[in-house]
């Protein structure tokens, strides 16, 4: 069974720097576009970074300079190192990811069961 496995969430002061950590545990075939999504209380969830298999990076405007996406394919994991913290971007962070299971399977679409950042001003 695949699972996404998330953490180095915490609490932090505005100005901060935290690193979250996913990994894919289960066995697939392929892992395809990894990236990290939040939700903030009161508002849906939110795109924040995206990365591809080859290491193709995008980032919302609201992290962009700020957050860094990275993977390991062979460990199967994303990060998301997070610095110059704000109270915004308090949230409950996502990790995604699409993959194959086999190879002659769609491509199935995975979230994480999520980990709090909290920013005091």
């Known amino acids: 069974q695949v699972q996404l496995v998330e953490s180095g969430g915490g609490l932090v002061q505005a100005g901060g720097s935290l690193r979250l950590s996913c990994e894919v545990s289960g066995s697939i075939f392929r892992l395809d576009v990894m990236g990290w999504y939040r939700q903030a209380p009161g508002k849906q969830r939110e795109w924040v970074a995206t990365i591809t298999r080859g290491g193709t990076s995008r980032y919302a405007d609201a992290v962009k300079g700020r957050f860094t996406i990275s993977r390991d394919n062979a460990k199967k994991t994303v990060d998301l190192a997070m610095n110059s913290l704000r109270p915004e971007d308090t949230a409950v962070y996502y990790c995604?990811?699409?993959?194959?299971?086999?190879?002659?399977?769609?491509?199935?679409?995975?979230w994480g069961q999520g980990t709090q950042v909290t920013v005091s001003s």
């Open positions: 995604n990811a699409n993959l194959l299971l086999t190879a002659s399977s769609g491509y199935s679409n995975y």
